[in-house]
């Protein structure tokens, strides 16, 4: 069992101060789209998603339920790899509208005649300049630089643009999430595992994990999972699934994980629900380090490269 000292404890309560208000940003966000008309619009057609880091994550998710919902064309792009898409509507997320990667990316699609969404935390960003129509959620921008509120806020407000799912009780499902205990799973290896769009989400719970307690876990779409890197599992594994209970082509993976002497961890109620966990879990396993997430080392709350 990992015990905690007082600093820990006190490390621990920064840390967790902005994931538990997270019901809240949920309610926040679903009423900001509840009201919006312009960014509503003008999504649709094919879609590209532009976001580095935990945004990327975002994209990823995003792009699958465009698909799934809509049935058109959709795809994530790291804004470094970016190559115009004329015609396509392009949706840039960023926390602080700052990265200079994304917002070249931005200027270049806007030079194509493309329809540009910024869906951006802090307000009166650089990046506004490039966006015909702006998703703005102060509310959820973290003062830190590890992402926690921002991505779930993201990541709801985008569902509920693409789907017609009715996400009214998601607030609530968080709040009875936010009982997780992570000190249950001690396993010093991580793999985090989701399929369609569930596999944004795995990645971003592996990118928050390594950002906030400096460790390296692994995220896999699932069904890929069994391609090679099951090879590394046993009994100091945690498999933590993202996909629904009633997946029956991913229990088979995590019946074939199990048999390995991993851990799994099934996700319970909405996949978001699980993020928001899998954000506690980092948070937990920062402070049983003493790692103060605010001011991780080597990282900085914006990528601004100088002009070159």
């Known amino acids: 069992m990992i015990e905690f000292d007082q600093a820990d404890r006190e490390v621990s309560v920064e840390i967790e101060a902005d994931i538990r208000s997270t019901p809240d940003i949920v309610r926040q966000a679903l009423n900001v789209v509840a009201q919006d008309e312009r960014v509503a619009s003008l999504l649709s057609g094919e879609v590209l998603f532009l976001g580095s880091g935990s945004s990327h994550c975002i994209g990823l998710a995003a792009a699958r339920l465009y698909e799934d919902a809509r ?12 190559r115009p898409r004329p015609g396509w509507t392009h949706v840039a997320t960023s926390r602080t509208g700052q990265t200079t990667e994304l917002i070249r990316a931005m200027q270049a699609a806007k030079e194509t005649g493309a329809r540009v969404i910024l869906v951006v935390g802090d307000a009166g960003s650089p990046a506004e300049r490039w966006a015909d129509a702006v998703l703005p959620l102060p509310f959820a921008s973290e003062t830190g630089v590890v992402q926690t509120r921002f991505i779930t ?56 994990l390594q950002e906030a307690a400096l460790q390296v876990p692994e995220s896999h779409q699932t069904l890929d999972y069994r391609h090679g890197p099951i090879a590394a599992a046993d009994e100091n594994t945690l498999i933590w699934s993202f996909d629904a209970p009633e997946d029956e082509v991913a229990a088979s993976v995590l019946r074939d994980a199990a048999a390995t002497g991993a851990t799994i961890r099934p996700s319970p109620d909405d996949p978001l629900v699980s993020l928001v966990q899998a954000q506690l879990f980092a948070a937990h396993r920062a402070a049983a380090q003493g790692i103060d997430v605010a001011s991780p080392r080597n990282l900085t709350r914006a990528v601004v490269l100088p002009n070159r």
């Open 71 to 82: 049935g058109l064309p959709a795809q994530a792009l790291l804004p470094s790899e970016y």
């Open 153 to 208: 806020a993201a990541l709801t407000a985008l569902r509920a643009l693409i789907t017609s799912e009715d996400l009214s009780e998601l607030p609530e499902a968080v709040e009875r999430g936010l009982s997780f205990q992570p000190e249950e799973f001690e396993q010093p290896h991580v793999v985090y595992l989701g399929r369609g769009w569930r596999y944004g989400l795995a990645r971003s719970a592996a990118l928050t």
